[in-house]
Protein backbone atom coordinates (compact mmCIF):
# COMPACT_ATOMS: atom_id res chain seq x y z
CA UNK A 1 0.00 0.00 0.00
CA UNK A 2 1.63 3.15 -1.13
CA UNK A 3 1.50 5.89 1.40
CA UNK A 4 2.50 9.45 1.83
CA UNK A 5 6.00 9.49 2.06
CA UNK A 6 5.90 11.94 5.26
CA UNK A 7 4.01 8.46 6.61
CA UNK A 8 6.44 6.08 5.56
CA UNK A 9 8.94 8.02 7.53
CA UNK A 10 6.96 7.63 10.88
CA UNK A 11 5.82 4.60 9.70
CA UNK A 12 9.70 3.19 10.00
CA UNK A 13 10.24 4.91 13.47
CA UNK A 14 7.19 2.97 14.97
CA UNK A 15 8.31 -0.70 15.50
CA UNK A 16 11.23 1.13 17.50
CA UNK A 17 9.11 3.18 19.63
CA UNK A 18 6.88 -0.10 20.55
CA UNK A 19 9.97 -1.68 21.63
CA UNK A 20 10.90 1.28 24.25
CA UNK A 21 6.96 1.87 25.26
CA UNK A 22 6.19 -2.13 25.77
CA UNK A 23 3.65 -4.44 25.50
CA UNK A 24 0.92 -2.37 27.21
CA UNK A 25 1.25 0.24 24.16
CA UNK A 26 -0.01 0.41 20.69
CA UNK A 27 0.80 2.51 18.30
CA UNK A 28 -1.58 2.99 14.92
CA UNK A 29 -0.28 5.30 11.83
CA UNK A 30 -3.64 6.67 10.01
CA UNK A 31 -3.67 7.98 6.51
CA UNK A 32 -6.23 10.56 6.70
CA UNK A 33 -7.04 11.07 3.08
CA UNK A 34 -9.05 7.72 3.24
CA UNK A 35 -11.01 8.14 6.72
CA UNK A 36 -12.97 4.98 5.61
CA UNK A 37 -9.44 2.72 6.12
CA UNK A 38 -7.60 4.87 7.32
CA UNK A 39 -5.14 2.83 9.51
CA UNK A 40 -1.90 1.67 7.33
CA UNK A 41 0.42 0.33 10.13
CA UNK A 42 -0.01 -0.56 13.74
CA UNK A 43 2.62 -1.92 16.16
CA UNK A 44 0.83 -3.67 19.61
CA UNK A 45 -2.64 -4.13 20.06
CA UNK A 46 -4.50 -2.85 23.08
CA UNK A 47 -8.01 -1.72 20.99
CA UNK A 48 -8.50 -4.98 19.28
CA UNK A 49 -8.64 -2.93 15.93
CA UNK A 50 -6.51 -4.12 12.51
CA UNK A 51 -4.97 -3.02 9.71
CA UNK A 52 -7.41 -1.54 7.25
CA UNK A 53 -9.83 -0.25 10.05
CA UNK A 54 -11.28 3.54 9.25
CA UNK A 55 -10.62 6.14 11.48
CA UNK A 56 -12.24 6.93 14.86
CA UNK A 57 -15.14 9.28 15.47
CA UNK A 58 -12.69 11.66 17.59
CA UNK A 59 -10.23 11.64 14.18
CA UNK A 60 -12.58 12.50 12.32
CA UNK A 61 -14.35 15.04 14.14
CA UNK A 62 -10.93 16.81 14.80
CA UNK A 63 -10.05 17.00 11.21
CA UNK A 64 -13.38 18.02 10.57
CA UNK A 65 -13.63 21.02 13.54
CA UNK A 66 -10.01 22.08 12.40
CA UNK A 67 -9.20 20.76 9.10
CA UNK A 68 -5.17 21.47 8.40
CA UNK A 69 -4.79 23.38 11.81
CA UNK A 70 -6.02 20.39 14.09
CA UNK A 71 -4.26 20.37 17.30
CA UNK A 72 -1.92 17.69 18.40
CA UNK A 73 -3.77 16.48 21.82
CA UNK A 74 -1.46 14.52 24.72
CA UNK A 75 -2.01 11.95 27.48
CA UNK A 76 -5.81 12.94 27.30
CA UNK A 77 -7.88 9.72 28.93
CA UNK A 78 -10.67 6.63 27.05
CA UNK A 79 -12.28 4.31 28.15
CA UNK A 80 -12.68 1.28 26.56
CA UNK A 81 -16.13 -0.82 26.65
CA UNK A 82 -14.89 -3.11 29.01
CA UNK A 83 -13.81 -0.25 31.69
CA UNK A 84 -9.77 -0.57 30.64
CA UNK A 85 -8.70 3.12 30.84
CA UNK A 86 -6.15 4.30 28.34
CA UNK A 87 -4.10 7.21 28.09
CA UNK A 88 -3.54 8.48 24.57
CA UNK A 89 -2.04 10.83 22.22
CA UNK A 90 -3.00 11.99 18.94
CA UNK A 91 -0.35 13.66 16.41
CA UNK A 92 -0.85 14.91 13.74
CA UNK A 93 0.87 14.34 10.39
CA UNK A 94 1.64 17.23 7.72
CA UNK A 95 2.70 17.28 4.23
CA UNK A 96 5.08 19.97 2.97
CA UNK A 97 2.63 22.38 2.23
CA UNK A 98 1.23 22.19 5.95
CA UNK A 99 -1.71 19.90 5.07
CA UNK A 100 -2.87 17.61 7.10
CA UNK A 101 -2.22 14.14 6.02
CA UNK A 102 -1.69 11.45 8.73
CA UNK A 103 -1.87 11.15 12.36
CA UNK A 104 0.12 9.00 15.13
CA UNK A 105 -1.70 7.95 17.45
CA UNK A 106 -0.22 6.02 20.80
CA UNK A 107 -2.69 4.08 23.37
CA UNK A 108 -1.20 2.90 27.08
CA UNK A 109 -3.24 0.75 28.81
CA UNK A 110 -2.74 2.17 32.11
CA UNK A 111 -5.56 -0.11 33.96
CA UNK A 112 -3.00 -1.82 36.21
CA UNK A 113 -0.94 1.06 36.81
CA UNK A 114 -3.29 2.58 38.15
CA UNK A 115 -4.23 -0.25 40.45
CA UNK A 116 -1.17 0.05 41.84
CA UNK A 117 -0.88 3.79 42.06
CA UNK A 118 -4.58 3.40 44.18
CA UNK A 119 -2.67 0.98 46.48
CA UNK A 120 0.43 3.35 46.99
CA UNK A 121 -1.74 6.34 47.66
CA UNK A 122 -3.68 3.95 50.38
CA UNK A 123 -0.15 2.98 51.67
CA UNK A 124 0.91 6.28 52.43
CA UNK A 125 -2.29 8.62 53.28
CA UNK A 126 -1.65 10.79 56.24
CA UNK A 127 -4.52 12.92 58.24
CA UNK A 128 -5.10 16.27 56.84
CA UNK A 129 -3.37 18.57 59.43
CA UNK A 130 -6.59 20.29 59.85
CA UNK A 131 -7.73 16.54 61.67
CA UNK A 132 -4.71 17.37 64.13
CA UNK A 133 -4.48 20.86 66.37
CA UNK A 134 -1.83 22.75 65.54
CA UNK A 135 -0.19 20.22 63.21
CA UNK A 136 0.34 17.79 65.95
CA UNK A 137 0.65 14.30 66.02
CA UNK A 138 -2.34 12.92 67.91
CA UNK A 139 -1.83 11.14 71.15
CA UNK A 140 -2.58 7.73 70.52
CA UNK A 141 -1.63 4.12 71.09
CA UNK A 142 -1.11 2.08 67.85
CA UNK A 143 -3.61 -0.97 68.36
CA UNK A 144 -4.27 -3.96 65.67
CA UNK A 145 -7.92 -3.50 63.96
CA UNK A 146 -7.85 -6.85 62.22
CA UNK A 147 -10.85 -5.74 60.05
CA UNK A 148 -8.33 -2.81 58.34
CA UNK A 149 -5.58 -5.46 58.47
CA UNK A 150 -7.64 -8.28 56.25
CA UNK A 151 -9.03 -5.12 53.99
CA UNK A 152 -4.84 -4.25 53.54
CA UNK A 153 -4.11 -7.55 52.76
CA UNK A 154 -7.10 -8.29 50.39
CA UNK A 155 -6.30 -5.20 48.21
CA UNK A 156 -2.38 -5.93 48.30
CA UNK A 157 -3.11 -9.35 46.85
CA UNK A 158 -5.32 -8.10 44.20
CA UNK A 159 -3.15 -5.28 43.00
CA UNK A 160 0.19 -7.55 42.95
CA UNK A 161 -1.97 -10.09 40.95
CA UNK A 162 -1.40 -10.36 37.31
CA UNK A 163 -4.02 -9.06 36.20
CA UNK A 164 -6.71 -6.40 37.20
CA UNK A 165 -9.81 -7.85 38.37
CA UNK A 166 -11.78 -7.35 35.71
CA UNK A 167 -9.58 -9.59 33.22
CA UNK A 168 -9.26 -12.38 36.16
CA UNK A 169 -10.22 -15.99 34.79
CA UNK A 170 -11.14 -18.63 37.46
CA UNK A 171 -8.19 -20.21 38.22
CA UNK A 172 -6.68 -16.71 38.99
CA UNK A 173 -9.38 -15.62 41.59
CA UNK A 174 -9.03 -19.37 42.90
CA UNK A 175 -5.22 -18.76 43.82
CA UNK A 176 -5.91 -15.42 45.19
CA UNK A 177 -8.43 -17.12 47.40
CA UNK A 178 -5.89 -19.78 48.31
CA UNK A 179 -3.35 -16.96 49.23
CA UNK A 180 -5.66 -15.29 51.31
CA UNK A 181 -6.75 -17.98 53.01
CA UNK A 182 -3.39 -19.42 53.93
CA UNK A 183 -2.76 -16.42 55.44
CA UNK A 184 -5.42 -16.60 57.90
CA UNK A 185 -7.94 -13.90 55.84
CA UNK A 186 -10.91 -15.76 56.22
CA UNK A 187 -10.51 -16.11 60.33
CA UNK A 188 -11.70 -12.58 59.99
CA UNK A 189 -15.69 -12.14 60.29
CA UNK A 190 -16.60 -10.19 56.87
CA UNK A 191 -13.77 -11.08 55.10
CA UNK A 192 -15.74 -13.43 52.70
CA UNK A 193 -18.14 -10.35 52.10
CA UNK A 194 -15.07 -8.28 51.54
CA UNK A 195 -13.29 -10.24 49.06
CA UNK A 196 -16.46 -11.09 47.09
CA UNK A 197 -16.72 -7.27 46.59
CA UNK A 198 -13.44 -7.22 45.21
CA UNK A 199 -13.24 -9.07 43.03
CA UNK A 200 -16.88 -8.83 41.96
CA UNK A 201 -18.55 -11.54 42.61
CA UNK A 202 -21.12 -12.88 45.57
CA UNK A 203 -20.62 -14.24 48.42
CA UNK A 204 -21.36 -17.67 47.38
CA UNK A 205 -18.73 -18.03 44.90
CA UNK A 206 -16.57 -17.22 47.46
CA UNK A 207 -17.18 -20.13 49.70
CA UNK A 208 -17.35 -22.23 46.90
CA UNK A 209 -13.89 -21.19 45.60
CA UNK A 210 -12.72 -21.83 49.45
CA UNK A 211 -14.28 -25.68 48.91
CA UNK A 212 -11.76 -26.37 46.19
CA UNK A 213 -8.73 -24.66 47.36
CA UNK A 214 -9.85 -26.87 50.76
CA UNK A 215 -9.73 -30.00 48.80
CA UNK A 216 -13.54 -30.08 48.60
CA UNK A 217 -16.18 -29.98 45.43
CA UNK A 218 -17.52 -26.87 44.88
CA UNK A 219 -21.23 -26.45 43.99
CA UNK A 220 -22.34 -26.21 40.66
CA UNK A 221 -24.31 -23.00 40.50
CA UNK A 222 -21.93 -20.03 41.57
Known amino acids: MKIHHNLEVVRRLMPGLAQMLGPSCEIVLHDLTRM ?8 GN ?28 INYKNILP ?16 DKVVGALCINQDVTDALAARRLLEQATRFADEEESPAGEAPAEVFSSNVTEMMETIVNTEVALSQHAVAYMQKDEKLRLVRSLDARGVFDVRGAVEYVAKRLGVTNYTVYNYLKEV ?6 QDE
Open 82 to 97: DNRVLRSTTLYIHDDS
Open 36 to 43: DASIVAME
Open 214 to 219: KGGKAD
Open 46 to 73: VTGRRLGDGATNYLVSMVQKYGDDAPNC
